[in-house]
């Protein structure tokens, strides 16, 4: 059920739409389930209805004709509202109309409950699922109606409702969302024949920018460079900057002037102060580690960044869990620039609806996502090449890390981004899916023997057991042994890589256990083997560690270098 809040300047004007029936096809039977008194005249239901139209709109507007004679109406004295319920709503009495007319007046402050001096309203119903509720905003005692923040209040009181008549419960923001393209706009652009209006290209253009600057400073210069976007950039007398604006290249009003769109008006977090406070809290990591002979991937940097988010969100606090989210939104927007062409409109789809799902009334703690957000810009330089399997391993990761900022939004109350979310992982898993399919069909072509399938099988039944039959069904199983074996004859322990794959997250949520180890034993093997003297120690601790109880994995050291053991194990 959702409510739309008006105004206007004649009492008169509105009475006529509401009881028309012959230019409104859809108004069959009008009439009034509802007044400030119970007993206002009703056209609708009378012999003569010119006559009692009269009189309906000369009794609302008693108040008003008395105030405008001391100088107190207001100028635009009408107050309208249209309450409509869902689709799937079943059709409601008179009387429950009624009830919830009372109730939308009284929660907003039209005809607050108890209050003698309320002003004058009626309830018309035109048709089965929605009725029109008509007021004069001027109270008893001639001083204006005091009904700030209406719509928001009536939008709780229908919440209310729904869940007291089981009603449809209807998704309800928190004033965070963008705002959404005027009617005008998106003719518009229709006319035009593009598919996005000025206002959704810039939005998704800024976004983009953002994902991948590295500093305030950057970020001005990459919008200065869109090529068909026209920039305008304010500073202060110091010259830093104060704010932006933007247009698209030949949008202009009715004088020929540039249409502009200040980052606020794209969306709350686009604004220049929020983006300055996101970008200075990176760090990018450098392009080569110190004394480390291979350059770190990208690619597996962001997987690694982006699997730690689920335990930010289950154990962290809400503003850093927030930024979390943010920080992922930004990696999904990045992607669209970087995959191949054939992932790039499911994943700019995807990107477009998560977007709503980054911000909530939460404030972001933005430094708590410096990992996620540095190895992000890194990926500017690692375009998708060769298999792709970088980019699988991302989003495999990624639709994971969407289903628990659902759950953690929903915990939340925070509808809009549930919607948002379950949106975003229609788009990501049909890209998953995609991105995967070439990587793990070049992995699969080097099954190894039989006999090394065994081994392999022993291994997963040892360590992973409730979920070995999964394992075993999926069909991405061969390449699960192909990169065990290859990890093997590089020197790493395949069960070791096995254990510390299933600590990193658990595999209740993926939706292809096999497939989501693959890319993690591909990951950790990626590092350097360990020497043999290493390979040793880590032997002789396995040794020293108390034996397991009876169901349980044994407790093993992580297999690479510079990979830390559970805080239980320090």
Known sequence: MIAKIGGGKTTAGLIRYLFDTKKAKDHTDPHLVASWDGFAP????????????KRLVADLDLRVKQARRLGRAPERHVWHCSVRAAPGDRHLTD????????????????APQGDPDKCRWVAVRHADDHIHIAATKVRGDLRAARHWNDYLKADKELAAIEKEYGLQRVVRGDRTAAKRPTRAETEKARRAGKTQTSRERLRTTVRQLVSIATSPEEFVRLLDGVEGVLVDVQRFPSGDVRGYKVAVEGDTNAVGEPIWFSGAKLAPDLSFPKIRARLTAIDVPPARELGSRRRPDPWHQATAAAERIPHHLDHGDDEAAQAHIAALGEAIDILPLLAPSHLRPQLQQAAI????????????????ARALRGAVRALRTAPV??????????????VLVVIVAARWHQARGHDQQVAAAHQTLAHLQAACQQAAAE??????????PARTMERHAQRILMIVPTHARQVFDDPAWPALAAVLTEAENAGHDPEQLLQHAARQRTLDDARSTARTLTWRVQRLAARQAPSARARAAQARTSVATRPAQPGQTPPSS?????????????
């Open 42 to 53: 009703d056209p609708g239901r009378a012999d003569d209805f010119e006559a009692t139209k």
């Open 95 to 110: 009387a429950e109309w009624a009830d919830i007319a009372r109730r939308v007046v009284a929660a907003t402050g039209i």
């Open 353 to 368: 609806a998560f977007e709503r799902a980054t911000r909530s009334r939460i404030r972001a703690q933005q430094d708590q």
């Open 385 to 398: 090449t060769g298999d792709g399997s970088g980019l699988a391993m991302f989003l495999d990761i990624a």
């Open 439 to 448: 990587p793990l069909a070049a992995l699969a072509q080097r099954t190894p």
């Open 558 to 570: 992580p297999s690479q270098p510079g990979e830390t053991t559970p805080a239980r194990h320090r």
